[in-house]
């Protein structure tokens, strides 16, 4: 009898998970994406449903103590049910650190539900640990001063408390000249650290990663920090300072002279200082001052007064002579008897003069009416 109600239940069981199960498919790609004390599972699910039909998901989480008794399926806690996302945040879940959990997840329809995904997850071994939440550096004399601040959980914890004084420091420090391929390593489990017999007057760059001695993992590089040293600098890096000047001043006083020649020897190939003399530049300067390569369309401004002397000129000035002599002689013949020797002196010399005067005017009137004629012929 006891035999043949087991049976019975064991097919209501049968009959119920198939009619549960179907051909729904199951999540794929189940992970634990967790940094420190924060856990979020993640999962893909990349198969098609049936038209009308909205897939979701549940995800629950069981010690794993509790998975070895035989009614173990009451200790399952749900977290999330029936969401839309392939993600499911296990940070509020009360997850220890320290703990060994086991997580499944599944697909639902209004129908029928697929199988579970189950996945093994210790915080302590597989949850990454972070960097340190912050990083001062500070220079004191020639001296490094490094203050570290622990990583820091969910709750604002330290994780140094957590990992139950596991937790180091890895710090990297390298002249910033140099780059972080020659770094110096430091471990420490100091939160307060001084970097020692460093360069004086040099900069140094400075970055931290936390270490788990016993998992023997470690987080990514904190941000670098970089600060130079103080003291008194070394006489030789003073003196090649100053030779570093004087070269630089000294180059810059020979582009100086050659930006001057060269300046200098534009300005005397496209604008010389001789100037062309001004009867030249007359000729090729008109009254708007601007250059004219033709000739002027005017004659008369290329004219100029042309005196010439003629044998006519000559001829005139005889004969006028002549007959100037001829009245000169007739009217010596006429006063000779009756006048004294001084007045016919004195008469005849202003007679002479008033006749050569005439000539003298006669001939510039001829001149002038001569070269005037010469001038209009030119012109003509």
């Not at 097919?11 to 967790?34: C, Q, T, W, Y």
């Not at 999962?43 to 035989?70: C, G």
Request: hydrophobic letters at 35%; proline letters at 4%.
């Amino acid at each position: 009898m006891k035999a043949l109600r087991c049976f019975c239940v064991c097919s209501l069981l049968l009959l119920k998970v198939s009619a549960g199960f179907g051909d729904l498919r199951h999540p794929e790609n189940v992970s634990m994406d967790s940094l420190n004390t924060r856990y979020v599972l993640r999962w893909d699910w990349p198969h098609e449903t049936a038209a009308n039909q909205t897939v979701t998901f549940t995800a629950q989480y069981i010690r794993e103590f509790r998975s070895r008794k035989a009614n173990y399926e009451k200790y399952w806690t749900s977290v999330c049910v029936n969401v839309l996302e392939h993600r499911c945040d296990f940070t509020g879940a009360e997850l220890h650190y320290n703990g060994l959990f086991l997580l499944r997840v599944r697909a639902n329809t209004s129908q029928q539900s697929s199988g579970w995904v189950q996945i093994r997850f210790c915080p302590d071994e597989h949850a990454a640990l972070g960097p340190p939440s912050s990083l001062k550096l500070s220079s004191v004399k020639e001296d490094l001063e490094i203050i570290i601040t622990d990583p820091l959980s969910s709750t604002n914890q330290s994780m140094k408390t957590l990992l139950d004084k596991r937790l180091s420091y890895l710090i990297q420090y390298w002249r910033r000249s140099e780059g972080p391929q020659k770094a110096k390593v430091l471990e420490t489990k100091n939160n307060l650290v001084m970097l020692t017999e460093l360069d004086r007057q040099t900069w140094y760059c400075v970055r931290v990663q936390s270490h788990d001695v016993f998992h023997n993992k470690s987080s990514v590089f904190s941000d670098t920090h970089c600060t130079r040293t103080e003291g008194q600098m070394p006489y030789w890096q003073i003196f090649l300072y100053v030779l570093i000047s004087l070269l630089l001043c000294l180059l810059l006083v020979l582009l100086y002279f050659c930006f001057n020649k060269m300046l200098s020897l534009l300005k005397n190939t496209f604008c010389p200082a001789v100037h062309l003399p001004d009867h030249i530049q007359e000729l090729w300067l008109s009254e708007s001052e601007t250059p004219q390569l033709l000739a002027p369309e005017s004659p008369e401004s290329v004219c100029e007064p042309l005196v010439m002397v003629s044998a006519e000129l000559d001829a005139v000035a005889v004969d006028e002579h002549s007959n100037a002599g001829e009245q000169d002689s007739s009217t010596h013949s006429r006063h000779s008897s009756g006048d004294s020797g001084v007045y016919s002196t004195e008469e005849d010399s202003s007679h002479r003069s008033t006749t050569h005067a005439d000539l003298q005017m006669s001939s510039r009137k001829h001149g002038v009416e001569l070269r005037d004629g010469t001038l209009r012929e030119l012109c003509a």
